[in-house]
């Protein structure tokens, strides 16, 4: 997902990681995520600045957090509670430290892109095997069509569709948070370092439209599926080159990231023009009612509950309940409803608010310490919801749709599938079309008097646009839509991770001489 450019550092393109332990978070709040860092193109000189997929703005300093304690006090520092020990405080303690511990943990898993990358490819290839075994594919099946919750108002869905509209609502609002944190403080600020990436972007979408329109025509069935090879999965790709191209900087990785927000941001409005139809428009009505309660509630609860804390709980349901709204209202509407996670996430405020953490007490009178005064203070409503919402998004929501999506029966294919116009669409699409048009865009851009990303080559310029063709969520997403009840359906799913696995291996494939040179030289 998105990134942030921060602070001042030395390179190093891995993730530095902290051993802080915060206390327990007021919004709540989780761990600061770990950073990147990224070259800022805007200057002549090389200038390396952190670059945090999660996290925007630079951060306050602090000398307690280099001191390498998670709980440190102050030398006259009084115990809170004159009776510890004895009224069952210190168990409390420590429960809520065991308790950040495991969100700690919980979140550096998450942010780490080749643990959620491989595990999200290890269900999806587990659906597909589990799909086609004779003792668990019908089993499966039956699950998939399932009807868990045999609600009115059209709610009566299966397992798979309350995982496509419902459970993946989480990913988009994830998104849709990103996507707001770059606008206000991250790289999509800066127009100079936005326009390559942007520019990219699109020529990565256009051409694997034309390559999958040209072997589909004389087909309407199966240019439904136009979309389908458009996507980037940036958990994947940028796994990938941190494995296949190690050698890659921190600002092609930045380039990586700021195009695959672009191309999201693509994608989300190729389901909302090509894949909606809006049936009745005066649900639009309630959505939006929805969305306000949403953003009203949310600022409130970012201002005022620091101060009146009981509150918090109650403006932050109230706040569940707008977006449920939102999402009911798309929903009825026609349009795909996980769009109300997008639209929830922008308008989500990045605003830092500053009350009662800032003079370093508590709503309860207490003593705050260091730590905990600069993490409330650095943390925006959309920051502190991000944390919260990525474990959930990378390590529950994409795995469980990667796992259903791709639980198809290849019974019906056979070797037909190598004469598929569908399967060769979506796999050439991504496999050729993405790089080939990412990399006409960046040469053109180059001729325009743009600058590529600071000490790139050609080589490795062409292995990143390679795997950008990369593509599972909302590949998948879009041919479950483009070709919902369609014999069609198989074939795409397919061809995603055909030309999603061609692309590792082109690059894979083209790193294996200067691997070979390397070990000769050692």
Request: charged share 10%; glycine share 10%.
């Amino acid at each position: 997902m998105p990134g942030r450019l921060v602070g001042h550092k030395t390179p190093n393109p891995t993730r530095p990681t902290r051993s802080i332990m915060p206390p327990t978070p007021t919004f709540p709040a989780f761990p600061v995520n770990p950073q990147r860092q990224v070259y800022d193109d805007s200057n002549s000189q090389q200038n390396l600045k952190f670059f945090n997929p999660r996290q925007s703005g630079p951060q306050p300093a602090d000398p307690q957090l280099n001191s390498g304690q998670s709980d440190s006090k102050p030398s006259n520092a009084q115990p809170s509670n004159p009776h510890r020990g004895q009224g069952g405080s210190d168990r409390d303690r420590h429960r809520r430290l065991h308790l950040s511990n495991f969100f700690t943990a919980l979140s550096s898993l998450a942010d780490n892109d080749r643990i959620t990358g491989l595990f999200m490819m290890a269900c999806a290839l587990v659906g597909l095997i589990l799909a086609n075994l004779p003792e668990t594919g019908p089993g499966l099946k039956a699950l998939a069509a399932w009807i868990p919750l045999d609600l009115p108002g059209g709610l009566n869905l299966p397992l798979k569709d309350w995982i496509q509209d419902g459970l993946l609502t989480i990913f988009f609002l994830t998104m849709g948070l990103d996507l707001r944190q770059e606008a206000a403080t991250g790289t999509l600020r800066d127009h100079k370092q936005v326009l390559l990436p942007l520019l990219a972007a699109l020529g990565g979408v256009a051409v694997p439209i034309l390559i999958y329109c040209l072997l589909n025509l004389g087909s309407p069935a199966g240019l439904r599926g136009w979309a389908v090879p458009t996507a980037t999965d940036v958990a994947f790709s940028l796994a990938a080159l941190q494995l296949l191209l190690p050698k890659a900087g921190p600002a092609l990785q930045a380039f990586l990231m700021t195009l695959a927000i672009f191309d999201d941001l693509v994608g989300v409005l190729l389901i909302a023009l090509g894949y909606s139809s809006l049936g009745q428009p005066s649900w639009l009505l309630v959505c939006l009612a929805g969305l306000v309660v949403w953003a009203l509630l949310v600022r409130v609860a970012s201002r005022f509950c620091p101060l009146w804390r009981p509150w918090m709980l109650l403006f932050l349901l109230g706040a569940l309940a707008g977006g449920l709204l939102a999402w009911y209202g798309l929903f009825k509407a026609g349009i795909h409803p996980v769009l109300a996670g997008v639209a929830m996430g922008l308008l989500t405020p990045v605003t830092r608010s500053t009350g009662a953490e800032s003079t370093g007490t508590n709503p309860a009178g207490t003593k705050t310490t260091g730590i905990e005064s600069s993490h409330v203070q650095a943390s925006s409503p959309a920051e502190q919801l991000d944390r919260l919402l990525t474990p959930l998004s990378a390590l529950v929501v994409l795995p469980v749709f990667a796992f259903f999506s791709l639980s198809i029966s290849l019974d019906q294919l056979g070797p037909g599938l190598l004469t598929d116009r569908v399967f060769w669409g979506a796999t050439l699409g991504l496999a050729l079309g993405k790089p080939l048009g990412i990399m006409t865009m960046v040469i053109l851009a180059s001729h325009l008097g743009l600058r590529r990303p600071a000490g790139s080559t050609t080589g490795n310029m062409i292995g990143l646009c390679q795997l950008c063709g990369i593509g599972f969520t909302m590949s998948f997403l879009i041919a479950n839509l483009a070709f919902a009840g369609s014999t069609h359906l198989e074939s795409a799913l397919l061809g995603v991770l055909a030309g999603s696995v061609l692309s590792v291996l082109v690059v894979a494939v083209g790193t294996i001489p200067g691997r070979l040179r390397s070990a000769r030289h050692t």
